[in-house]
Nanobody
Framework: QVQLVESGGGLVQPGGSLRLSCVVS????????MAWYRHAPGKQRELVTT???????NYANSVKGRFTISRDNAKNTVYLQMNSLKPEDTAVYYC???????????WGQGTLVTVSS
């Protein structure tokens, strides 16, 4: 019923920038908190950043000052602007959203970000 689709990943050099997008579609009553996670090889899944329906944000210490999360409620879309990228940012990035009457959790399929020279 509810689907999340990420896009915008790719290969970028250290110091470069990328913007990820995540579009929520399907049976949507409301979208509450949204978040970006990432999963790098050999490491645990990491919560990168969150944003509430009211626009309040939180960031992992590893990305503070470099990443910015935002949302466009009219488009059911959340964005992740990534600047000053480092090789350690390399990971599959996943979008998460709490949707509907019960705030059920949904995940996107992931988009790969590779930071390398």
């Amino acid at each position: 019923q509810v689907q999340l689709v990420e896009s915008g990943g790719g290969l970028v050099q250290p110091g470069g920038s990328l913007r990820l997008s995540c579009v929520v579609s399907g049976s949507i009553f409301r979208i509450l908190d949204m978040a970006w996670y990432r999963h790098a090889p050999g490491k645990q899944r990491e919560l990168v950043t969150t944003i509430t329906s009211g626009g309040s944000t939180n960031y992992a210490n590893s990305v503070k000052g470099r990443f910015t999360i935002s949302r466009d409620n009219a488009k059911n879309t959340v964005y992740l602007q990534m600047n000053s990228l480092k090789p350690e940012d390399t990971a599959v990035y996943y979008c998460n959203a709490h949707v509907g009457i019960y705030g059920s959790s949904y995940w996107g399929q992931g988009t790969l970000v590779t930071v390398s020279s």
